[in-house]
């Protein structure tokens, strides 16, 4: 049992040093690394706060390359990097390249712009026309942990988050709605994502004026 599970059982109100539901072994503890493992991966999607360095060889003639990392999975690209030219290449994205030109993929040159398809795919624009070294800094999901003795990749002013995530889900699997909202809220105050879910009633809005009746003040 690692620190962030045994602050959920706590906050459950189990005992840390001899829980009643939750066994300290790989069946007992299943439910919560599960929890704590999907809230990892939303905290760190939208907060982007685990990020790696990728050093990759642009290829003459080569547009389209595939990230692949060992143990964490590519999310975006945040910054790229020429190293040779030392300069830095802005973000654009296949419509903005359409518009400006519809044969953007014949350009050759040193690379200006950098883009993202689908969940692996980086490219460069316009195509190199020599070998170069790009230096992409990388938000990434972490892989998900199983034994207590992994590290956790997770900052730690989100580690509270992560244990009220868990907490909640707790109490929703139970049918303890309420007790599920006030963590799921606590949850929100953590990672300080309040403002995603404002508390105010839905209400239909529509154009409206407001005109004076002229045939009424005659």
Known sequence: MNDLERRVIEIIGESSTSPDVFTDDATGMAPIRDSINDAI???TMLSGSVQRNYH??????QSFYRMDFRR???????????VSPKRRLEQTDLIALNNFNPRWLRNTGSPQSYGQIGKNIFFVWPCPAAEMIVDLTCVVIP????????RLKLRTIFRDAAARYAVGEY???RGDAQQAIYHHNKYL????????????????????TNKSDQAGAR
């Not at 990759?56 to 003639?61: I, P, T």
């Open 143 to 150: 892989e998900r942990y199983e034994n207590d003795y992994e």
């Open 171 to 173: 109490y929703a699997s």
């Open 72 to 82: 964490d999975r590519f999310a975006w690209v945040t910054d790229a990097w020429l």
């Open 56 to 61: 990759m060889l642009l290829r003459s003639a």
């Open 189 to 208: 105050e953590g990672l300080q994502a309040a403002g995603l879910y404002p508390r105010s009633y839905e209400k239909p809005w529509a154009f409206k």
């Open 41 to 43: 991966e939303e905290i």
